[in-house]
């Protein structure tokens, strides 16, 4: 069954917290990726992960970072979260690198106050 | 770099109303044109492409077409259906980068 799992689905924190945010798939794919989802900013990019321990900086790392021990699991952590992290974050992984089809998980919206 | 705007930011219809969603792209070569859609609660998924081979995708009844001299393309559906409500996103795949190139979406909300 080709899933990306996300968890937790929702998510409140205070600002200056920790934020661990878990995506595991279940395709053996290579690559996988952190997006984030704001109204009219669409998708953007926040890291990218070829394989394990193999990450690379997206369009938007700042204030975060990511940790890939195992394939199927990739985790985006916020270290002393700010309200302008309030997201849906969207975990996605692909077959290989430069594949136009991407699997989304259904996301986690976070909420920083 | 290689870019998509959409300039659509809410569409609204009803029931049987014919769909016309429009992107338009930037890039160094001509192609391969993806639409992904994006269901309330989950995350995007691939629905179509069209490639430079034959200029047109069809999928779940959306037909999508690019036109390379006006470097746009479209998203249409003849009659849409309140589960068509979704955001639908155009996108280039990768080419100079690893990373798919989305627009910024567009929302589709059709009522009954």
């Known amino acids: 069954d080709m899933k990306v799992t996300q968890m937790p689905r929702y998510l409140i924190k205070r600002m200056g917290e920790n934020v661990l945010l878990e995506c595991g798939q279940d395709m053996s794919h290579e690559t996988m990726y952190w997006y984030r989802q704001d109204p009219g900013l669409g998708l953007q990019l926040i890291y990218i992960?070829?394989?394990?321990?193999?990450?690379s900086e997206g369009d938007i790392p700042k204030g975060y970072r990511v940790s890939r021990k195992k394939r199927e699991h990739f985790s985006l952590i916020l270290d002393s979260a700010k309200t302008n992290q309030t997201s849906v974050y969207f975990c996605?992984?692909?077959?290989?690198?430069?594949?136009?089809?991407?699997?989304f998980g259904h996301g986690t919206k976070l909420s920083v106050l | 770099g290689d870019s998509v705007t959409q300039k659509q930011g809410q569409v609204t219809l009803s029931e049987d109303d014919f769909l016309f969603i429009n992107c338009t792209y930037s890039?160094?070569?001509?192609?391969?044109l993806l639409w992904y859609v994006q269901y309330p609660g989950q995350g995007p998924q691939l629905l179509l492409k069209v490639t430079t081979a034959n200029n047109k995708g069809i999928s779940r009844g959306f037909e999508a077409t690019y036109d390379k001299g006006t470097t746009s393309f479209h998203l249409q559906k003849a009659s849409v259906q309140e589960s068509d409500s979704a955001v639908y996103f155009c996108?280039?795949?990768?080419?100079?980068?690893?990373?798919?190139?989305f627009g910024t979406g567009t929302r589709l909300q059709v009522s009954p």
């Open positions: 996605a992984s692909s077959p290989g690198q430069g594949t136009e089809r991407l699997f």
């Open positions: 996108a280039l795949p990768p080419s100079n980068t690893d990373k798919v190139v």
């Open positions: 890039t160094t070569t001509y192609p391969t």
């Open positions: 992960s070829y394989d394990v321990d193999s990450n």
